[in-house]
T-cell receptor, first 116, second 111 residues
Framework: NAGVTQTPKFRILKIGQSMTLQCTQD?????MYWYRQDPGMGLKLIYY???????DKGEVPNGYNVSRSTTEDFPLRLELAAPSQTSVYFC???????????????FGNGTRLTVT | KNQVEQSPQSLIILEGKNCTLQ??????????LRWYKQDTGRGPVSLTI?????NTKSNGRYTATLDADTKQSSLHITASQLSDSASYIC??????????FGKGNQVVVIP
């Protein structure tokens, strides 16, 4: 029972490089999310998706892109990496909207990204 | 502005002792409040969920309380264990897929 799986676990990028953070879930959840967690700060929503083919911006979408071609996968793309994107990135999924009573977010274990 | 403030930022407790974590929120509209536990190097995991009509919810040694009038919640850990060392995150739901996250209470349990 894998839940939400994120790869890679760690990555170091040079300024200006690009990369894709992978996220897949095996719970058949419609809702998926990308968050970033900076030291001493609360989680910030980057992008979310309510189903295959549907994505929307969160609080901090600049510098990122997403796609949702299948229910299972929700990759996050970083174009032209900047030092401000150094963070821990968490993917999450939920059965219903994550704000609803019966639907907690299920998180992956994160990708720690450093941009130098 | 929707805010969730947690205190203390961090604390150290002896194994076997109790502790209480606080969460104050200025969020509107309010739908529900959830506490998550985040172990080091892992993603958060849901502990409890409460809506405005519930003022206490337990999950094993974890007991959460909610006072919707004063917009305060607490998480009480009873008879702490080394495995309770983690960050505890208060998350308030505004409904419509919107969440406000606190910064977390970092708890360290020492033998």
């Amino acid at each position: 029972n894998a839940g939400v799986t994120q790869t890679p676990k760690f990555r170091i990028l040079k300024i200006g490089q690009s990369m894709t953070l992978q996220c897949t879930q095996d719970m058949n959840h419609n809702y998926m999310y990308w968050y970033r967690q900076d030291p001493g700060m609360g989680l910030k929503l980057i992008y979310y998706s309510v189903g295959a083919g549907i994505t929307d911006k969160g609080e901090v979408p600049n510098g990122y892109n997403v796609s949702r071609s299948t229910t299972e996968d929700f990759p996050l793309r970083l174009e032209l990496a900047a030092p401000s994107q150094t963070s821990v990135y968490f993917c999450a999924s939920s059965y219903e909207a994550g704000s609803s009573y019966n639907s907690p977010l299920h998180f992956g274990n994160g990708t720690r990204l450093t941009v130098t | 502005k929707n805010q969730v403030e947690q205190s203390p930022q961090s604390l150290i407790i002896l194994e076997g002792k109790n502790c209480t974590l606080q969460c104050n929120y200025t969020v509107s509209p309010f739908s529900n409040l959830r506490w998550y536990k985040q172990d080091t190097g892992r993603g958060p995991v849901s502990l409890t969920i409460m809506t405005f009509s519930e003022n206490t919810k337990s999950n094993g040694r974890y007991t959460a309380t909610l006072d919707a009038d004063t917009k305060q919640s607490s998480l009480h850990i009873t008879a702490s264990q080394l495995s309770d060392s983690a960050s505890y995150i208060c998350v308030v739901s505004l409904g419509n897929n919107r969440l406000a996250f606190g910064k977390g209470n970092q708890v360290v349990v020492i033998p």
